[in-house]
């Protein structure tokens, strides 16, 4: 809104989609309504060391940040590797992972053309 003049640098951090004890009503993921504010950034991590990792990131981001976190997970343990535990542990907002090399592609989320994807024979 304010075309990158303006900094704000808050993040809301708190439980999002399935619960325990709650109703269907309230166990909804709220990623996309989030994702739909104008220069809001909504992240979702996956594993516990992209916890680690992106809660650093989004503390350091100039921008307004929701970071969702799964509710059924709080209060579990999970394995860490040494360099996420390192101290200057910190992944980059908006790079995806590569889990495994391949030759095949997965597109989660893709806002270009259609006529693009079918260049590239996807």
């Given at each position: 809104?304010?075309?990158?003049?303006?900094?704000?640098?808050?993040?809301?951090?708190?439980p999002?989609?399935?619960?325990?004890?709650?109703?269907?009503?309230?166990?909804?993921?709220f990623?996309?309504?989030?994702?739909?504010?104008?220069?809001?950034?909504?992240?979702?991590?996956?594993?516990?060391?992209?916890?680690?990792?992106?809660?650093?990131?989004?503390?350091?981001?100039?921008?307004?940040?929701?970071?969702?976190?799964?509710?059924?997970?709080?209060?579990?343990?999970?394995?860490?590797?040494?360099?996420?535990?390192?101290?200057?542990?910190?992944?980059?907002?908006?790079?995806?992972k590569?889990?495994?090399?391949?030759?095949?592609?997965?597109?989660?989320?893709?806002?270009?053309?259609?006529?693009?994807?079918?260049?590239?024979?996807?």
């Amino acid at each position: 809104m304010s075309a990158g003049q303006i900094s704000v640098p808050i993040v809301f951090r708190g439980p999002n989609g399935a619960a325990a004890g709650v109703g269907a009503q309230h166990s909804q993921c709220f990623a996309a309504w989030y994702g739909s504010c104008p220069g809001l950034k909504v992240l979702v991590p996956y594993s516990s060391e992209d916890a680690r990792g992106l809660l650093k990131a989004v503390i350091r981001d100039p921008d307004p940040v929701v970071f969702l976190e799964n509710e059924l997970l709080y209060g579990e343990s999970f394995p860490v590797s040494a360099e996420a535990l390192d101290s200057s542990f910190c992944l980059p907002i908006g790079k995806a992972k590569i889990e495994r090399e391949g030759n095949d592609v997965t597109v989660n989320h893709c806002f270009l053309e259609d006529g693009w994807l079918c260049s590239k024979g996807l």
